[in-house]
Each structure stands twice: as C-alpha cells, then as structure tokens.
C-alpha cells in the first residue's frame, strides 16, 4: 500500500457514484476530512478474513476478489467486486470481524470510511443509511448470481464470462492477470483455464504475449455465454 493520497471529494472523479453524492453540507465536510484514499497494488490484501472490521471501502478503481478460508490450503472464491462497489460492510456492526479476505486482482484506490465516520453519517442522514443498504443489496445480489453461474454453467462458459468482467474493468487490456486469479474468479482449476485460454488463442479470440490477455474478437468471446 502507499501513502494515502490527497484527494478533495469536491474534485474527485467518482464522488458521483459514492455516498458523498448523497450527502448534504456539513455531512460531506465529515466524510472529506476523515476519509482516507488509499492504492494498493496487485496482490495486496486489504483486509483479512478474522480480522477486527475497523473500516468499510468504496472502490474507486480496479478489482478485487473475496475469498473464504477453507480446511484445504486453497482459499474459496467468493465473488468479484469492482469500481462503484463498497467492501467490507461487516464494519457496519459492533465488535464484529471481517467475513473473508479481500484482495486486490489489480492495482486498486479506494476511499476507507471508519465505522465511527459511517456511524455519524448515518445519525445525521437517512439518505446515508439508503446508500448503504443499497450498496448491501447490490453485494447479495452480485453473490447469488455468482453461485448461480457456478452451479450452472459449464467451466469455458464460465472462464469466458470472466474475461469479459475482467476486460470491462481493465478498460479494454487485461494486463498482468494471473491464471490463479482467473480461475479462482470462473470456478475451475488452473489447468482447465490454461486449457480454455489455449483454445481461444488457437481460435484467435485471444492473444497472450508477456502475461498479458488482448482480446482479439469480443463478439466471439460473447458467444460462449449466449
């Protein structure tokens, strides 16, 4: 992680879609001085799994996976979140632990908001309380699809879908994307992902060159989930 950043949420690019939006004056003063702005790179764990739920975090850019711990050494693969989403709303209740482990798939900003900070807010604002419980749904919603293509969809459907997840968030370029991470987001073993990536290569919907995934045809990409 780097040092947190100095960003007015006056100026920021995505207070549009975060719950500054939905403030009012001295509400939004609160959340821009005791906001933090972090980065974290790739492969950096934002919280773990167990650990004391100080802060929930809205997503500026880039994405993220969260994860169960298991009795294996293999973690679980819960579900994908990315820009315009908020993690950790386990900080939303009293003495309470995070549920899993996020880390990041990409480099990731987000905006840490402590539970005091979330506490006052919503004091003040039912609008705030909207936002978030909002923002609940929006999260088990996202999980109930997730294990519902899990369930239900053969594994090149699924590794495809990804992709296409992957590739809207990479802004067109999944660069540097480890074939664990695309794995463990599709719900297949490592093996059969570098299976499914060689067939697209061969069929050139796909090209692979120095870790990174170009998509060459999206629309053949589409297919496999039509």
Not at 84 to 101: A, D, F
Not at 143 to 168: C, D, F, G, P, Q
Request: charged share 25%; net charge positive.
């Amino acid at each position: 992680m780097t040092s947190p950043l100095q960003i007015d949420c006056k100026s920021c690019a995505y207070k549009s879609s975060c719950i500054y939006e939905v403030l009012k004056g001295s509400e939004k003063e609160l959340l821009n001085k005791g906001k933090v702005v972090n980065e974290y790179r790739k492969g950096e764990i934002i919280y773990k799994e167990g650990s004391a739920a100080t802060s929930c975090f809205f997503v500026q850019e880039g994405a993220l996976k969260l994860s169960k711990e298991t009795l294996s050494d293999k973690p679980f693969f819960i579900t994908l979140r990315k820009s315009g989403t908020t993690i950790g709303m386990e900080s939303l209740n009293n003495h309470s632990n995070y549920e899993s482990t996020a880390q990041c798939i990409t480099d990731i900003t987000c905006c840490a908001l402590t539970s005091r900070m979330i506490y006052s807010l919503i004091q003040k604002s039912r609008a705030a309380c909207s936002f978030l419980a909002f923002q609940y749904n929006d999260f088990i919603s996202d999980l109930y699809t997730h294990l519902t293509i899990m369930s239900t969809e053969k594994a090149n459907v699924r590794i495809a879908r990804s992709l296409l997840t992957l590739l809207e968030v990479g802004k067109g370029k999944l660069a540097n994307i480890r074939i664990e991470d695309l794995a463990a987001i599709s719900g297949t073993t490592r093996e059969t992902t570098s299976r499914a990536l060689s067939r697209m290569k061969t069929n050139k919907i796909i090209s692979v060159s120095n870790r990174e995934i170009n998509i060459l045809d999206e629309q053949k990409l589409k297919n496999f989930i039509q």
